[in-house]
């Protein structure tokens, strides 16, 4: 009998997922990782409402901010009306103590109000007088025609003004067929300077003196040698006709032409 029960302990311990479910224990059902533990009440289908369900508000946040409830002042006192300051005075001259008394008194006494007169000059009469819609401030920005962006007809008439403008120009252009070209700052000193050059060709100048000290304008050469025509600064190495010995003596080395060392300027 020993032996049964203890084989029969663990099968009394080993209780299936579905069992544990349909137990109604709280302790036993089972829940999966990351979900809520499965309830063991007996509740409404997932799409049903919980809560008392409330008729709508005839009132909305619409009704509250597009319609704007005027104020109604406070009828004033018309000549029907007691002026209840002269009635206590008037009672407390003529003995009355308390309240029963003065309800008594104010039963039998009527004293009318009387309205005051302006005190100064009359008021002065303003618009909203006359006009009783008439409303007062600056004038704010008209709302954003939504309908207009949502519905991209601000894009739409500027793309229709585009094309106007192109069809235009393009009429100008046809009329006008003489096309400008816009220059370069280095174009238009290129053709500065041709300019200058061809004007410079066709009216030459007179060539100007080179600069020279006063002390030296009038000094002319003195150094005259044989086969050299003027100035000793450009020697002709070439023989003359006249003087063909003279000038093969002289030889044309550049040795023997050395006019810086072996010539006398005195």
Known sequence: AQQRCVRALPRRCNMSEAYRNRSGNAVLVKDDVGKAKPTIYNLPPEGFAYGRSEPADMEGAREVTMHWAAHVPRPKQGPDCQDFRKLNRTAAKSGVRNARDLVEFRRSTDIKL?????????????????????????????????????????????????????????????????????????????????????????????????????????????????????????????????????????????????????????
């Open 114 to 266: 009387v309205p005051p007169g302006p005190a100064g000059c009359l008021p002065k009469v303003i618009p909203s007088d006359v006009i009783p819609s008439f409303s007062y401030g600056q004038k704010s920005r008209p709302s954003t025609p939504i309908a207009h962006v949502v519905g991209n007809q601000y894009a739409t008439e500027h793309e229709e003004a585009l094309d106007v403008q192109y069809q235009m120009l393009e009429e100008s252009r046809k009329r006008n067929e003489k096309t400008i070209i816009k220059l370069t700052r280095a174009s238009r000193d290129r053709i500065h300077d041709a300019r200058t050059r061809m004007h410079e060709m066709r009216n030459p100048q007179e060539p100007k003196e080179p600069f020279k000290l006063t002390k030296f304008k009038k000094v002319s050469s003195k150094l005259k040698l044989p086969g050299l025509r003027g100035s000793a600064s450009a020697p002709s190495l070439q023989r003359l006709p006249d003087e063909p010995m003279e000038v093969s003596r002289l030889g044309s080395s550049a040795q023997e032409l050395d006019l810086g060392e072996d010539m006398d300027y005195h």
